[in-house]
């Protein structure tokens, strides 16, 4: 079993246990991450919903992302990852809202950020302190994005008050 998919494993019965719902914000990842979690046996018990924002209307639409902050930061940003998370926690019934932004590739966004650039972020309705990471992973488009949701749902582990 590989580790995104293990230490998918890993949350889901961590999640369940304590009663904790997880929401996601995929963009880069385009719901492999959800993907990932729904593979575990009663992941129905802890993921809550994902919203995939793959394109800025729907991280606005969806999430209610602020036009300022893609203005003034970028789609493939911490603060855009951040707003992200805040957004998707807002707008559902999650205790643990995580959120993913970043260049898979092939080809950049026009914005100098070189490929394999992403931003993740986590955040838990009870409090403390919102946790937010930047990577740069190299490889093709899709590993890029499996070394994503691997990190994504390693942050979530944390979150969880799980050890990884």
């Known amino acids: 079993m590989n580790k995104p998919a293990s230490d998918a494993e ?42 995939v924002t793959y394109t800025p209307d729907a991280k606005r639409a969806m999430i209610g992302l602020e036009r300022e902050v893609l203005e003034k930061y970028g789609a493939v940003s911490r603060e855009t990852a951040l707003a992200m998370a805040e957004g998707a926690l807002e707008a559902s019934g999650a205790d643990i809202a995580a959120s993913v932004t970043g260049l898979a590739g092939p080809e950049g966004d026009g914005s100098g950020k070189p490929v394999g650039t992403v931003f993740i972020a986590g955040l838990c309705r009870a ?38």
């Open 10 to 51: 890993k949350l889901i019965r961590a999640a369940s246990g304590k009663g904790l719902k997880v929401v996601l914000a995929e963009s880069c990842t385009a719901g492999l991450v959800s993907s990932l979690l729904a593979e575990v046996s009663g992941a129905s018990e802890v993921l809550w919903g994902s919203y």
């Open 127 to 164: 409090g403390g302190p919102a946790e937010t990471r930047e990577y740069h992973f190299t490889g093709s488009r899709n590993s890029i994005r499996l070394e994503a949701a691997g990190e994504l749902i390693a942050l979530l582990l944390g979150l969880a008050g799980v050890s990884g």
